[in-house]
């Protein structure tokens, strides 16, 4: 059965691994709590995100002016790349607790 061909995939992934080996990088398995954990964040980062979604399209809703609409526009994507590098910190500090 190791005798049969390996998909681009899995070539890939190998090579991944050995550079990442090379350069001193250890793969650990997460914990059952940290994948808990991550999982938490990550609902509670999509219900904040759905949430202020909600509230703009409410607020752009009764707006006329287009530049009233582009500068909700933009706070909107301001607030939802906070979230996001918000919610990739917390999931960075929780993976590299051991």
């Not at 009233?68 to 607030?79: F, K, M, S, T, V």
Request: avoid cysteine; charged fraction near 40%.
């Amino acid at each position: 059965m190791s005798d049969a061909p390996k998909s681009a995939v899995e070539l890939a992934m190998e090579r991944l691994r050995k550079q990442d080996s090379e350069a001193g990088i250890h793969e650990t398995p997460l914990t059952d709590a940290q994948r808990a954990a991550i999982a938490d964040v990550r609902s509670t980062y999509e219900a904040h995100a759905a949430e202020r979604r909600i509230m703009h399209r409410s607020t752009v809703a009764g707006l006329f002016e287009p530049e009233a609409i582009a500068e909700r526009d933009l706070e909107l994507r301001r607030d939802l790349d906070r979230f996001e590098r918000e919610r990739d910190e917390k999931i960075k500090r929780i993976r590299e607790t051991a």
